[in-house]
């Protein structure tokens, strides 16, 4: 099992950046396929990027395709989401999850380990 714990949020203008962390422990996150979903008030979890260990492939929503990039640290086992030009809608907070499947999926239910969550606010 591993355990994911994520950081980096807080609050932001428009247009500005944030960068989020998500380190693992318990085992390593080289194995694994990681993603990060927000949920804002009300709505349900929406799929953000994802990124597989092995092949470094990578997946993005449409609302954050050119804004944001996710990429991994292997010596630190930690995966980040780099957000760039905020804008207000991407209020949430945001997970990161892991599956120990290969490939990169936008499904929350095919991820099985999930972080406690990290707030992201973005003022106009």
């Known amino acids: 099992q591993v355990q994911l714990v994520e950081s980096g949020g807080g609050t932001v203008q428009a247009g500005g950046s944030l960068r989020l962390s998500c380190a693992a422990s318990?085992?390593?996150?080289?194995?694994?396929?990681v993603g990060w979903f927000r949920q804002a008030p009300g709505k349900d979890h929406e799929f953000v990027a994802a990124?597989?260990?092995?092949?470094?492939?990578?997946l993005y929503a449409d609302s954050v395709t050119g804004r944001f990039a996710i990429s991994k640290d292997n010596a630190k086992n930690t995966v980040y989401l780099q957000m760039n030009n905020l804008k207000p809608e991407d209020t949430a907070v945001y997970y990161c999850?892991?599956?120990?499947?290969?490939?990169?999926?936008?499904?929350?239910?095919?991820?099985?380990?999930w972080g406690q969550g990290t707030q992201v606010t973005v003022s106009s």
């Open positions: 999850a892991s599956t120990v499947r290969p490939g990169v999926y936008r499904s929350r239910s095919s991820y099985d380990y």
């Open positions: 318990g085992r390593t996150i080289r194995a694994y396929t």
């Open positions: 990124i597989d260990w092995y092949h470094s492939s990578t």
